[in-house]
């Protein structure tokens, strides 16, 4: 069954849009010669090919949902009860998620600041600075009124009749917060949340999101009201895949995933949830020893005062491992694993390592790269710009049956576009590290000496080099 698993297969084809994590995507192949194939999960996992894992994140997804709700219903009648509480929870998600962005601009500003902030990011006219300042200060008098829209429009021509029409027109009451956010040209949210720190300078995020959910309700009043289904249908779409993502999260975690949250969009599959090296190793770790996990130990024994009266040894009392995923799903990531370097990405490390009578030490591994950047695209698909936030190259691997570690290069910020090293560096890293982890492997030392620590960290730093 697991090999039937392994050898399902899957189209590599980039042309496909996705609806995910909350809009529409497209993902690419590491080659554009893989575009064009249909390979099994096994040869994708062997020569990192990307879309086949989309496609199959997208299975568990679907797996997900139709296990706990019927979605094809769902979607299908608008007047199902169901719907309201979804679009709920989307319209409190997302208003949560606007806030904690506004709450990065205005925070550890002062009131004067702030409004500063928010003013530097719209274009000022009398109707829109009214509207503004008629929330932000709805008990200011006329004549403070007067004095700011001066302050910021120092040349526009203001009779106090239109002055006083434009202070009764936006005060107090006649206007909901959506309506008067839109009459300023800025987001609901971020004029609450001006508003809402002016009054309580001092808040927390937590108390500002805790405070906000009347006005996070009201500011989505509009989804619960228009004609279009296909607006309703799309945000319920991301509340599905975000519930799927939550139960894929508690399964996974049951394998060993280390992580607290798992990012809800297919391009998780592809490493976007932010790996760490050490937790790849573990999990490393768990396939090797046959899906058990092991309590990790820096420190074996500890020898103090000897030949005193005060000698003390203390020594790591055996602990039990927790299995965290069968035996034989262990076993068949041990053999795909072992593709990858028998005639895939990390195909390089064949022969590099031998045992002690001179064949080959099994080993396994899997590569990936990453060239983590923010993208503005035009009309067309045109790209406008692009902002290298940094690149990453990874080998997590096992060598032979008692040896698993994880290799990184690592150039984070602007620095990053001017290197294009792929996965292919941290495995020649290992390569060339064979003449100093060879005799370990070989059982002829079981702990690393002190006086090998330069030569492993030279090797280090040359990958990162």
Known sequence: ????????????????????????????????????????????????????????????????????????????DDKDPRRQEYLTR????????????FWKKYRNKTA???????????????????????YLMPDAERPVFDSFLKQHLPDADLSDKKVDALYTRYGPGVYSLPDQAYIARTHPLDLWLLGYLIAHPQATLSEVVADSRAQRQEVYGWLFRSRHKSARDSRIRIMLEVEAFTDIHRRWQRLGYPFDNLVPSLATALG?????????????????NDGVRLPSVRIDNLHFAQGTPYETRMGLAAGTGKRMMPVEVARALQDALANVVEGGTARRLQG???????????????????????????????LISSLALNRTATFVFYLGPNHFGTLTAYV???????????????????????????????????LCRADDLPALTSGMLSAEN
């Open 272 to 288: 976007s949830s932010g790996d760490r090296p050490a937790a790849l190793a573990e999990l490393m770790g768990i396939i090797l």
């Open 90 to 101: 989307f319209a409190d998600r997302e208003g949560s998620v606007f806030l904690q962005r």
């Open 1 to 76: 069954m697991l090999d039937a698993a392994l050898d399902r297969r899957y189209s590599a084809s980039p042309a496909e849009r996705f609806f995910t994590g909350a809009g529409m995507h497209r993902f690419g192949n590491f080659r554009r010669e893989d575009d064009g194939r249909i390979p099994t999960v096994r040869e994708s996992l062997r020569e990192s090919i990307n879309l086949p894992f989309v496609r199959l994140m997208r299975d568990l997804v679907s797996y997900s949902t139709y296990e706990t709700i019927n979605s094809a219903e769902l979607l299908g």
């Open 352 to 382: 590099s390592f031998v045992q002690q009578d001179g064949s080959a030490l099994r080993m396994g591994g899997k590569t990936g790269t990453g060239d983590n950047r923010i993208q503005s695209v035009g009309a067309g698909g045109r």
């Open 412 to 446: 984070p910020g602007r620095a990053a576009d001017s290197f294009r090293f792929t996965s292919a560096l941290p495995v020649q890293t290992l390569k060339g590290m064979a003449p100093i982890l060879q005799p370990y492997l070989q059982g002829q030392n079981t």
């Open 112 to 134: 004067e600041e702030r409004i500063e902030t928010f003013l530097h990011g719209m274009r000022p006219t009398p109707v829109r600075l009214a509207a503004v300042h008629r």
